[in-house]
């Protein structure tokens, strides 16, 4: 039995993302994972008007009647949510923290994906992947979904994006949607990624707090790194300091954008903050477009 607090926020979570995803995500979400392909369906005789290009000429020289294949939308769809949980995402600086916005996004894409028949499971990692729940369809399991990723304990405090994509690819062998739910901040997962982007239809969603873009002026300060404990001295009154700040994190969000863009994957940033349905719902959009 669930604590009553608990019960009460995943409701709250539900009831929130379920207006967005009735009133902006829906149909976009359709228009955009509506189907993945064509697989087959069966051989039947030749009609008139059919496309001639569509004989099976294996059945039709044994038959001595022309038959044809016949395919369909293949409409199962399975969507994966990779979800970090690292300890850098207890970081927010206005209002919520990173973590709290990737579970309700999570919860978001969950709810788009079952209103579509869609089946949804998720990995969340650290340094090491912590949990995997298999896809599956129904209401249900994706309450189960939204439970794990908003009150998963970590047992560890870094992260390793490599290792979730590997664990991916050993656990999903069928094309899928896999969102990438995190802040980035991490190394050596390029190799990775561009593997699982060849099996997957990869979305990277990132997180970011702006104060990890532009450093205030606040004097002297004490910054502490989430994940390693690390502790660092630095005067911020210094407009060099600042600038130093920025540039490292521009160059770092170049060579992000470099990646995604050479390997054909959609990257969308949500800042703390902000609202995350305009960026979310204008990334649908545009997606759509491309498809048309």
Same mark, same amino acid.
């Given at each position: 039995?669930?604590?009553?607090?608990?019960?009460?926020?995943?409701?709250?979570?539900?009831?929130?993302?379920?207006?967005?995803?009735?009133?902006?995500?829906?149909?976009?979400?359709?228009?955009?994972?509506?189907?993945?392909?064509?697989?087959?369906?069966?051989?039947?005789?030749?009609?008139?008007?059919?496309?001639?290009?569509?004989?099976?000429?294996?059945?039709?020289?044994?038959?001595?009647?022309?038959?044809?294949?016949?395919?369909?939308?293949?409409?199962?769809?399975?969507?994966?949510?990779?979800? /970090?949980?690292?300890?850098? =995402?207890?970081?927010?600086?206005?209002?919520?923290?990173?973590? +709290? !916005? &990737?579970?309700?996004?999570? @919860?978001?894409?969950?709810?788009?994906?079952?209103?579509?028949?869609?089946?949804?499971?998720?990995?969340?990692?650290?340094?090491?992947?912590?949990?995997?729940?298999?896809?599956?369809?129904?209401?249900?399991?994706?309450?189960r979904v939204i439970r794990e990723v908003?009150?998963?304990?970590?047992?560890?405090?870094?992260?390793?994006?490599?290792?979730?994509?590997?664990?991916?690819?050993?656990?999903?062998?069928?094309?899928?949607?896999?969102?990438?739910?995190?802040?980035?901040?991490?190394?050596?997962?390029?190799?990775?990624?561009?593997?699982?982007?060849?099996?997957?239809?990869?979305?990277?969603?990132?997180?970011?707090?702006?104060?990890?873009? /532009?450093?205030?002026?606040? =004097?002297?300060?004490?910054?502490?790194?989430?994940?390693?404990? +690390? !502790? &660092?001295?630095?005067?911020? @009154?210094?407009?060099?300091?600042?600038?130093?700040?920025?540039?490292?994190?521009?160059?770092?969000?170049?060579?992000?954008?470099?990646?995604?863009?050479?390997?054909?994957?959609?990257?969308?940033?949500?800042?703390?903050?902000?609202?995350?349905?305009?960026?979310?719902?204008?990334?649908?959009?545009?997606?759509?477009?491309?498809?048309?």
């Amino acid at each position: 039995m669930l604590p009553k607090e608990v019960v009460q926020h995943i409701r709250r979570i539900q009831i929130t993302t379920n207006r967005l995803v009735n009133e902006s995500l829906a149909g976009e979400y359709h228009s955009v994972f509506k189907g993945r392909g064509m697989e087959f369906d069966e051989v039947r005789e030749y009609q008139h008007g059919d496309d001639v290009r569509s004989i099976d000429w294996n059945v039709t020289s044994r038959t001595g009647r022309p038959f044809v294949k016949r395919y369909v939308e293949e409409r199962e769809l399975t969507v994966m949510l990779l979800i /970090d949980a690292s300890a850098s =995402g207890s970081f927010g600086s206005i209002n919520k923290t990173k973590s +709290e !916005i &990737a579970a309700e996004i999570s @919860a978001l894409i969950a709810f788009s994906a079952i209103k579509n028949n869609d089946r949804v499971g998720a990995i969340l990692f650290t340094d090491c992947v912590e949990k995997f729940i298999p896809p599956r369809r129904g209401s249900t399991h994706v309450l189960r979904v939204i439970r794990e990723v908003l009150f998963h304990a970590p047992e560890r405090r870094g992260t390793s994006i490599q290792k979730a994509l590997e664990h991916l690819n050993l656990v999903l062998h069928k094309r899928s949607v896999v969102f990438l739910i995190s802040d980035l901040l991490d190394q050596g997962f390029e190799q990775s990624l561009k593997v699982a982007n060849r099996r997957h239809d990869i979305v990277i969603i990132q997180i970011m707090d702006p104060r990890e873009r /532009d450093l205030p002026n606040a =004097g002297i300060l004490e910054i502490r790194d989430a994940e390693t404990g +690390e !502790i &660092a001295c630095i005067d911020t @009154a210094l407009p060099w300091v600042r600038n130093t700040f920025r540039e490292n994190w521009d160059r770092n969000q170049e060579r992000l954008s470099k990646l995604f863009d050479s390997h054909r994957m959609d990257h969308v940033t949500i800042e703390t903050g902000k609202s995350y349905n305009i960026p979310l719902v204008r990334f649908f959009e545009e997606r759509a477009r491309r498809i048309r």
